[in-house]
């Protein structure tokens, strides 16, 4: 990929992935938005084990986007660590606490129906 190029919403996709895996982010679910939501190509949920953890995978997601894919990501939830909210444009990142990822059941919302699913 060339330095200008910017990364396409798979590649983007993929390098949040490994990130997630490294930093040990735990129960990740990406849901496909495409044809479905303006809003992003995708969108991954993912759960640290305390708002340390939540916090710091969201940290370094951030500046592995910008270091390595040069992609300026919006970051809100931070401060309180409970959900954390990364905006790459192409790709939306959920970090949540389990507590709280259980409490708001995002996935449930975007995910396809059972119904929608079966052909």
Not at 81 to 91: E, N, S
Not at 100 to 112: D, G, I
Request: aromatic share 6%.
């Amino acid at each position: 990929m060339a330095q200008s190029e910017s990364p396409s919403s798979q590649e983007l996709l993929d390098r949040i992935l490994a990130s997630l895996d490294d930093d040990k982010a735990e129960d990740v679910v990406t849901i496909d938005l495409r044809g479905r939501s303006d809003v992003a190509d995708y969108m991954v949920v993912c759960s640290g084990r305390s708002t340390r953890q939540v916090s710091a995978i969201a940290d370094k997601l951030v500046d592995r986007l910008k270091t390595e894919a040069g992609c300026a990501s919006k970051i809100e939830g931070k401060e309180t660590g409970d959900w954390v909210l990364i905006d790459t444009g192409d790709v939306i990142v959920h970090v949540f606490r389990p507590e709280v990822r259980e409490f708001y059941q995002l996935e449930k919302m975007w995910m396809p129906s059972p119904r929608a699913t079966q052909a």
